[in-house]
T-cell receptor, first 112, second 128 residues
Framework: DGGITQSPKYLFRKEGQNVTLSCEQNLNHDAMYWYRQDPGQGLRLIYYSQIVNDFQKGDIAEGYSVSREKKESFPLTVTSAQKNPTAFYLCASSIMVASEAFFGQGTRLTVV | AQTVTQSQPEMSVQEAETVTLSCTYD???????LFWYKQPPSRQMILVIRQEAYKQQNATENRFSVNFQKAAKSFSLKISDSQLGDTAMYFC?????????????????????????FGAGTRLTVKP
């Protein structure tokens, strides 16, 4: 079945460590996005990529990094520079010409 | 950057009645798309309805319809005959559609720059 997969569903990280969240899609979509969701703040855009080997910063990119080496994959690294990383992270994809985004099921990251 | 505002943090409605959720946005673009997404307790984001800015006709999907007022930059969602399964967070989203120069040296020319921005959401509760 075609879809977008995020893993893991729950992730725990020790303070000061980097961690990478996985996002894979087999929808043949060109565009991919990473959002952070905190209570009462909706979804905030971290990074997005319209095409392989190209990505743009969103509103809250500080402390995060991404890569887009393959069309299917858009991993997000939460670095130790991110001061408040505990949140729910959502990955999405859409076809190149603007259309609705399809979302993964999310990853809940908790810093312990 | 574009902003999306949902001024109603929480709303409730009786089953079978109608409710309208508000959304306003701010942009200088002329070519863009608007969406309503639903997020039930499972946290899976589900597309409810979409509207192209160049279309004057309001979009409808079964019990869901929008009132798109381009000049006022308003995009409200009306849910008719509310059902218990409609209980969820509802997010309004804006996607611009412009071409910009790519930052990547391996990409020649312009690419679509269609990032999607969301409002803070409205928590809707349908009461039996």
């Amino acid at each position: 079945d075609g879809g977008i997969t995020q893993s893991p569903k729950y992730l725990f990280r020790k303070e000061g460590q980097n961690v990478t969240l996985s996002c894979e899609q087999n929808l043949n979509h060109d565009a991919m996005y990473w959002y952070r969701q905190d209570p009462g703040q909706g979804l905030r855009l971290i990074y997005y990529s319209q095409i392989v080997n190209d990505f743009q910063k969103g509103d809250i990119a500080e402390g995060y990094s991404v890569s887009r080496e393959k069309k299917e994959s858009f991993p997000l690294t939460v670095t130790s520079a991110q001061k408040n990383p505990t949140a729910f992270y959502l990955c999405a994809s859409s076809i190149m010409v603007a259309s609705e985004a399809f979302f993964g099921q999310g990853t809940r990251l908790t810093v312990v | 950057a574009q902003t999306v505002t949902q001024s109603q943090p929480e709303m409730s409605v009786q089953e079978a009645e109608t409710v309208t959720l508000s959304c306003t946005y701010d942009t200088s673009e002329n070519n863009y798309y608007l969406f309503w997404y639903k997020q039930p307790p499972s946290r899976q984001m589900i597309l409810v309805i979409r509207q192209e800015a160049y279309k004057q006709q309001n979009a409808t999907e079964n019990r869901f319809s929008v009132n798109f007022q381009k000049a006022a930059k308003s995009f409200s969602l009306k849910i008719s005959d509310s059902q218990l399964g409609d209980t969820a967070m509802y997010f309004c989203a804006f996607m611009k559609h412009v071409m910009t120069r790519s930052n990547s040296p391996s990409v020649i020319g312009d690419v679509n720059n269609n990032d999607m921005r969301f409002g803070a959401g409205t928590r809707l509760t349908v009461k039996p």
